[in-house]
Nanobody
Framework: QVQLVESGGGSVQAGGSLRLSCAAS????????MGWLRQAPGKEREFVAS????????DYADSVKGRFTISREYDKNTVYLQMNSLKPEDTAVYYC????????????????WGRGTQVTVSS
């Protein structure tokens, strides 16, 4: 059973930065993809970013390209999301996600989720 635990959310003013972390456990992840999805109040869940564990190929939603960076720390089974130049529209609950198929992350239906961490950006 895969477990994903997020941390690092909080409140920040527009233009600020936050770094989210996701610690994964339960099995090996060498064949996996991990990433981040988010859901704002009243809106559907949306893809933010993903990274293929082996090789490090990354993918980003257009809305965060150039501002967010996803990375992984192989030895710690941890994925990070560095968020810079935050905007009020980035306010959402951010969920760490994992799947053996990176396409399932892209379309928002991963096999495993974390509980989420709140990010609030004020103007």
């Amino acid at each position: 059973q895969v477990q994903l635990v997020e941390s690092g959310g909080g409140s920040v003013q527009a233009g600020g930065s936050l770094r989210l972390s996701c610690a994964a456990s339960g099995r090996g992840f060498s064949g996996s993809a991990m990433g981040w999805l988010r859901q704002a109040p009243g809106k559907e869940r949306e893809f933010v970013a993903s990274i293929v564990w082996s090789g490090g190929f990354t993918d980003y939603a257009d809305s965060v390209k150039g501002r967010f960076t996803i990375s992984r720390e192989y030895d710690k089974n941890t994925v990070y999301l560095q968020m810079n130049s935050l905007k009020p529209e980035d306010t959402a609950v951010y969920y760490c996600a994992e799947d053996l198929d990176v396409r399932r992350l892209r379309v928002g239906v991963p096999g495993y989720w974390g509980r989420g961490t709140q990010v609030t950006v004020s103007s």
